[in-house]
């Protein structure tokens, strides 16, 4: 049994000099999906961004058992973290064949400045996401600001799976999404977590349940929850206390996690 | 109707070294969110090592000319990367300490030109053509508007070929849209910040050499002075818009030029009237994106 590709150890995050996220703790497995799971505002993207070193923090990240939360966030990715940021964050001028081609990394294969494994695209990544996304390939030349936003997550998942990853941060994929293409969010997701670990913060009770194994419960910044998915799920009462949630079912099937009172989740 | 042809021809001159320098100032501001106080000491710098470049071969031919224009034009970038590498680097997101920075490096840098080249202006030498004037529609227009112009407009396209076609121009132009995400896809975006300071560095270092010949002196100051209608063209244009600053460029060094002759050299204050008239009307510029 190999060790956990990602820890997080007493993590805090701030922003704009208040701290939402406080020493958080968890840990996620070298196969399947983590779910990151909470009330809106409780500090579930905070914690991503601050594994990534995209708001000021403390505490300890390691990666693969190498501690990463000294280096810069660019460094972090190229050791092998793909990203899907909450809300896509396409760059709407650019189109979205550039889109794909700037997130194409270089391997550096232990050659990198410091010495350390930089992984990229190969030709069977580029192969993945083409099969994955064949609307991308007729839509190369449109300005991704212009799509919708089912095919601007299309472009925010290709991104990241354009590339060989230790470890994917997914952030609510499926929030404002049609029905439809939630299903296809999913879909896409569990062929990625055939070959890579998935941390995925989401909302979509129906979605945690088709995808994740394992859940760790957010609260107030704090982790206040973490065991497997099914387990959670089967309990209503738990569902309820932990997320605010009324299923009525036994699963939570189809329930969106409510919005806390707690302060912005950004 | 000639006079007003030579307005108009001067001004379109005048208007592309607004563009050289602002060309800069707005692709800085845009990716970095850096206000750069000392481009105008990248200019000043760019003209005084360029002329010295021309003069060792000879400042009247075009062969001095040419090698002024390329010298200005790396100690412009020279200048410009070592200050985004050694001040401006170790202040990323420290918005008003780069400012300050910026504007003690201006003060200090014509300190030092004036140490240097003393403080008044220089007169030069030019090439015989650049001091004589081109007949066109009746009007005498002097040829160092060709220049300025021609100048400006391949400035212009390289930038924009640059920004188009290279790895480097993509990043620019995505990290111009959101800097955070950028980093968040791996790649190191302080390289194209440094990039981004050569590249307008280049463009003021050129634009002093060329202001020198539109002149005929070099001086100390001549940068800053630039510095203030390029800062105008910037916001006018849309801070971080390179289109926007190319269009206020022309703008308003034609306005200038033509409140300057027709409403009694009331040119500057015409251009503040129009700065003042965009900031309440279209606070973004006329081509920036809304805040």
């Known amino acids: 049994m190999s060790g956990p590709v990602l820890e997080v ?19 996620v497995p070298a196969s399947g999906v983590t779910a990151v799971l909470g009330r809106n ?188 998915a099914r387990e959670l799920l089967d309990d209503p009462e738990a569902v309820q206390r932990l997320l605010g949630v009324s299923t009525g079912s036994t699963t939570g099937a189809g329930s969106t996690i409510s919005t806390a009172e707690a302060e912005a989740d950004r | 109707m000639s006079t007003l042809i030579l307005l108009l021809a001067t001004g379109l001159g005048l208007g592309g070294l607004y563009f050289l320098v602002a060309s800069g100032l707005s692709l800085i501001y845009g990716l970095m969110g850096v206000l750069n106080f000392a481009h105008g000491s990248f200019l000043t710098l760019g003209a005084f090592v360029g002329l010295a470049a021309a003069n060792t071969v ?5 062969g001095g000319l040419a090698l002024g224009l390329v010298v200005g034009s790396l100690t412009g970038a020279a200048a410009a990367a070592l200050t985004e590498l050694g001040l401006i680097r170790p202040l990323y997101d420290r918005h008003i300490e780069q400012v300050l920075v910026t504007v003690g490096l201006s003060l200090a840098s014509v300190a030092l030109f004036e140490g240097i080249w003393g403080p008044n202006p220089r007169n030069i030498t030019r090439t015989d053509w650049l001091t004589s004037t081109t007949e066109v529609l009746g009007a005498r227009v002097p040829n160092t508007a060709f220049l300025n112009v021609l100048a400006a407009a391949a400035v212009l396209a390289g930038i924009v070929a640059f920004l188009r076609f290279t790895r480097y121009g993509l990043i620019i132009r995505a990290g111009v849209e959101n800097r955070a995400m950028v980093t968040a896809l ?6 194209a910040f440094t990039l981004v300071f050569a590249v307008g560095g280049a463009a003021a270092g050129l634009g002093g050499v060329l202001a020198t010949q539109s002149l005929n002196y070099v001086s100390p100051h ?70």
């Not at chain 1, 150890?9 to 840990?27: K, P, W, Y």
């Not at chain 1, 997130?103 to 990229?120: F, H, I, Q």
């Not at chain 2, 000879?58 to 075009?62: E, L, Q």
């Open chain 1, 9 to 27: 150890r007493g993590l805090t995050a701030c922003i704009a000099g208040q701290e939402v996220v406080h020493d958080v703790s968890f840990e």
């Open chain 1, 41 to 228: 505002g409780v500090g579930k993207t905070s914690t991503l961004k601050a594994i990534l070193g995209l708001v000021e923090r403390s505490g300890e990240v390691l990666l693969d058992g190498v501690r990463v939360d000294a280096e810069r966030t660019d460094r972090i990715v190229r050791r092998g973290v793909g990203y899907v940021p909450e809300d896509r964050e396409v760059f709407a001028g650019l189109t979205v064949a550039e889109n794909l081609r700037l997130a194409e990394r270089r391997a550096t294969g232990g050659r990198g400045r410091s010495g350390t494994d930089s992984r990229g695209t190969t030709a069977q990544h580029r192969e993945l996401v083409a099969a994955l996304f064949p609307e991308l390939a007729r839509r190369a030349a449109q300005r991704a600001g212009t799509l919708s936003g089912g095919q601007q997550q299309m472009v925010s998942l290709a991104r990241a799976l354009l590339n060989e990853n230790r470890i994917l941060l997914v952030d609510e994929p499926t929030k404002g999404l049609a029905p439809k293409i939630v299903g296809e969010v999913a879909e896409t997701l569990a062929a990625a977590a055939q070959t890579v670990p998935v941390l995925l913060v989401e909302q979509n009770l129906q979605v945690v349940e088709r995808l994740a194994e394992r859940v760790v419960v957010i609260d107030a910044g704090r982790v206040v929850h973490t065991g497997p």
């Open chain 2, 58 to 62: 000879g400042a009247d031919t075009w």
């Open chain 2, 186 to 191: 791996g790649i190191d975006v302080r390289r």
């Open chain 2, 222 to 291: 001549m940068g800053s002075s630039l510095l203030i209608f390029a800062f105008i063209v910037t916001v006018i244009g849309g801070m971080g818009s390179l289109t926007g600053a190319a269009v206020a460029s022309v703008v308003v060094a034609l306005l200038q030029q033509l409140a300057n002759y027709y409403l009694n050299n009331t040119g500057d204050l015409i251009v503040v009237l129009l700065l003042a008239l965009v900031l309440l009307v279209r606070p973004s510029g006329l081509m920036g994106r809304p805040a």
